[in-house]
Every structure is written in structure tokens, then in C-alpha cells.
């Protein structure tokens, strides 16, 4: 009989600060459930950055919850997927202390995310906000990735997992798969409501970003104000009118279809009608996920079984690499 190859692996990660994006939705969580059937793959709540900017704990300890209700509420089948919280599976600080010594300060020094961050929090910049993509180069070697798929904010990220993986087997053998990114073909960076040349995210303030969980009304509302020009013409010119851009990018994004569809859907209309029809549209796509959220997010008894059986699949996974690159650093055996 024909042997079967063994699927490919796919890994993401996204922080539970706060509450979903829209940005986060496009960009990342929609792919999620799209590569269920075809790949082996896992997806965490990487609550441990999240920690990089103070949370509160018991905030924190609900957003994680939220997050895992999410992920269920879109369509992930946590039998086919591993889901699970990152911070229990200790493998994953372990590996990030062994991969901070094969990543250069300069690499550090020029990562954007780093630059953005430590300008909001100026009064704490950790040590952790600066090692972060080391965490999450660990995040995704620890399962020998093939695949990433991620928002465009994260392509500067992963190139140094890249780096730090094709460094470290140049000493020890091949010991990491270097991983790819996927990233959506539109929406790979949904831009913020009010700022437009900035991404959406999470962190912002209220006006800025649509949650996934926003009531159809606040959805309305917020795309209503969504900042545009005063040409008041429906066309794409991300450089000069990056407002109108990026409601564009949301409507194909979760209609399919082109940017020239859209133009001649809006020929000769306003912007009022405009933003409402992708206030409709966004309504439409997140209706369902919110009513499963609903129902996911109360059934605590259910979202622990996910998250044991979750961290119970990923340790067994996590601990097969380290007990290999424990070998090939020689650090001492782990006696059981
Ligand atoms: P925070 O504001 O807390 O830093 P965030 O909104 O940037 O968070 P993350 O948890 O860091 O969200 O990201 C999770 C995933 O969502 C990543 O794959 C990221 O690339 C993607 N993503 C985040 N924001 C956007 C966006 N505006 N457009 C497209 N993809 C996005
Ligand atoms: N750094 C990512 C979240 C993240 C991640 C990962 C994404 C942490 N570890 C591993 C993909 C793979 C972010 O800030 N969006």
C-alpha cells in the first residue's frame, strides 16, 4: 500500500491583550480555519508576550479565555487543531533562552515592532519587548514549522526565525525546519479607523479597531466615522487616500471581490453609502462567529478540556525537540 506523506506543520500564535480585531480576523485567524484539513497545525495564545506590556492578571487571565473562544467560535475544530496556552508549555521559554544566545543585538536593534512598542509603553521598556521575536522564533521551531501564517506586521519576524534557524543548523546539523510565511493575498494589513497609516490593532483606542465581538450597531457606528478625504470617490489609492484604501480592502477581503468590482459597484455614489456597505458586509461575516462566541465563551467546562488536551499534545511535541537541541548545545541530559 501507498504510504501517505506526512502533512505539513503549520504554527501561529496571537496575544490575548485585549480584545480581536478585525485586522487580526483578515489577517491571521481566517486562514486558521481555511488550512485545517489539508495541514497539522497549531495555534496558541501567546499569553506570555502579552506580558511584555503590563496587563492586568485577572484581565489578562479572561482575555486568554476570550481568545481560545474565539478561535473555537471561528470554525477551529480542536480535535483537527492544537490549541493551547503557550505559557504551559514550559519548552517554549526553554528554547528562548537557548536561541537569545544565537541572535545578535543588532537583529534586535531593528525590529520595528520593537521601535512602535517601546515608544507607546516609554516607561517600560523590558528587556522582554526587546527579546520578543526570540520568544517567537522558539514559539514556532519548537514544532519544526513549515508554515506561518500571519498579517503582513509579522513578515520582519519571522525573517529572523529564518535567520536564527538556518544559523543554528549551520553549527549542529539539520536540526529546524526554516518556516515560510502565508500571508493573505488582500487584508494582509488592515489599517486603524481613525489613522489610517497605521495598522489596526488591538492595543488602540476603542474608535480605531472593530473587535470581532462588537453588537452590529457599534460596527455601524465605527465605520460611519472611519476617517476618509473629501474626494468622496470609491477608488484604490492606498498611497494618497489610504482611508478609502483600507475600507476597500476590508469589503474584498470578506466579499471576494477585486478592487475594480468595488470601484464600479460605487461609480458615481457617496461615501455614506459607501462605508455602509461594508458596515453590512462586516456585520454579515462576524454574525455568525458571534453567536457561537456567545455560547463557546459560557461553556467553561468545555474551554478547560480544549485547553488540557491542547497542552497535553503540544508538550509531547515541544519536549521531543528540546530533548534534540539539549543534546546538540550539550546541555546535561534530562534524566526522567
Ligand atoms: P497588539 O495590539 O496587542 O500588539 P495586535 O492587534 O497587533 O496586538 P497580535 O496578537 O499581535 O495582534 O497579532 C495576531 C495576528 O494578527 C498576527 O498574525 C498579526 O500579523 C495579525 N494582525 C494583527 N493586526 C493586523 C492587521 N491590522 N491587519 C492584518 N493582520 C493583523
Ligand atoms: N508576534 C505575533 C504573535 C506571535 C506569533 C508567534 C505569530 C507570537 N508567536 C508565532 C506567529 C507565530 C504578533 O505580535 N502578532
Redesign the pocket.
Known sequence: MEQQAPKKRIF???????N??????????RNFGLLQNEYDCLYSI?DM??IT?RQDPAELRKACLRTMSIFLACGLDPEKNIIYFQSQVPQHAELAWILNCFTYMGELNRMT?FKD?SAKHADNINAGLFTYPVLMAADILLYLTDL???????KQHLELARDIALRFNAVYGDVFTVPEGYF?KV??????LQDPTR??????PDEC?IAIIDPPDVIRRKLRRAVTDCEATVRFEPETRPGVANLMSILSALSGKSMDQIEADFEGKGYGQFKDAVADCVIAALEPIQKEYDRINKDKAYLESVMVSGRERAQSIAYRTMLKVRKKVGLAALKL
Open positions: 501561529s500564535g496571537i496575544q490575548p491583550t485585549g480581536l480585531t478585525l485586522g487580526n480576523y483578515i489577517g491571521a485567524l501567546v508576550h502579552a506590556v515592532q512598542k506561518v501564517p500571519i498579517g503582513a506586521d509579522q493573505p487584508g494582509a494589513r488592515i489599517m486603524s495598522k489596526m490593532s488591538k492595543s488602540d479597531y
